[in-house]
C-alpha cells in the first residue's frame, strides 16, 4: 500500500505540464534558451509598436508639409518656420537644401558656380539620413524571425537529450515519466514560433511602408531641387 501512495504522488508530479512547471523542471540550457527567446519576442514587439506610431505620424506630418509646400506660401516664410528644429523627414530635406541655398546667395562672397551639385549632394546625405532613421531597428525583427525557429529547435534537441537521459538512468519508459521531458523540449520551440512569426509578419509589413515613405522622400527632393534649379537660372 504504501508502495502504491508512493508510485501515485510520482506520477502525479511528474505529469505536471502546466507552463511554469515545464519552464522550472527544463535544463538549464532549455531555460537560457526559453528566455532569450521571450526577451527577443518582448523587444520585438516593442519595435513593432515604436514603428507604427513612427510612420503612422510621419505620414500625416508629411502630408501636412505638402499641403503647405503647395498652397503657394513662400519658401522664405516656410524656411524661417522650420529652420529651429525640422520635426519629421520631409521638413528636414526642405530645411537642408534651402540653408545650402541661402548660404550660396547671402553674404559678400556669393558661391553659385556648383550649386546644383551641392543641392544634390546636400538631398542625397539628408534623405540617406532619414531613409535610414525609419529603417533603425528593423534589421532585429528580420534577425528574430529567421534565427528564433532555429534557437527554438536547438533547445527542443538539447532537452529532449536531457528527457533521454533521464530515461536512461531512472530505467523507466512509462508516458507519465517520458511525456513532461518531451513537452519540455517542445516548449521551447513553441516559444520560439511565438518569436519569430510576429517578428516576421512585421518585418514584412514596416519594411514595406519604410520604402514607400523612402520613396515618397525621394520624390519631393527631386521636385525640390528642379524648383530651386529653375529659381536659381532666374537669378542668374
Known amino acids: 500500500m504504501p508502495n502504491e501512495v508512493v508510485q501515485t504522488a510520482l506520477a502525479n508530479a511528474t505529469t505536471d505540464v502546466s507552463l511554469m512547471t515545464l519552464f522550472m523542471q527544463a535544463h538549464i540550457v532549455v531555460k537560457l534558451v526559453m528566455v532569450g ?12 509598436i515604436d514603428k507604427s506610431l513612427l510612420y503612422t505620424r510621419t505620414k500625416r506630418q508629411m502630408d501636412r508639409f505638402e499641403k503647405v509646400f503647395w498652397s503657394g506660401q513662400s519658401l522664405e516664410d516656410l524656411y524661417q518656420t ?22 550660396s546667395f547671402e553674404g559678400q562672397a556669393r ?14 546625405v539628408t534623405l540617406s539620413r532619414e531613409v535610414d532613421r525609419l529603417e533603425k531597428r ?11 525557429p532555429f534557437v527554438g529547435l536547438f533547445g527542443t534537441v538539447w532537452g529532449i537529450m536531457s528527457a533521454f537521459q533521464g530515461i536512461a538512468a531512472s530505467k523507466n519508459t512509462s508516458l ?7 513537452a519540455e523540449a517542445l516548449f521551447a520551440t513553441a516559444i520560439g514560433l511565438v518569436a519569430a512569426i510576429p517578428a516576421v509578419i512585421a518585418y ?33
Not at 111 to 124: I, Q
Open 37 to 48: 527567446l521571450m526577451a527577443a519576442s518582448v523587444w520585438s514587439w516593442a519595435i513593432i
Open 176 to 182: 507519465a515519466v517520458v511525456a513532461p521531458g518531451i
Open 82 to 103: 522650420l529652420s529651429g528644429r525640422p520635426n519629421h523627414a520631409m521638413a528636414a530635406l526642405f530645411v537642408a537644401a534651402m540653408r545650402e541655398w541661402k548660404r
Open 111 to 124: 558661391s553659385v558656380a556648383g550649386l546644383p551639385a551641392r543641392l544634390e549632394k546636400v538631398l542625397d
Open 204 to 236: 514584412n509589413k514596416l519594411a514595406s511602408i519604410a520604402s514607400q515613405h523612402a520613396m515618397r522622400l525621394e520624390g519631393f527632393a527631386d521636385e525640390f531641387s528642379a524648383i530651386l534649379s529653375r529659381l536659381m537660372d532666374e537669378r542668374g
Open 138 to 148: 528593423l534589421l532585429f525583427l528580420a534577425t528574430v524571425g529567421s534565427a528564433a
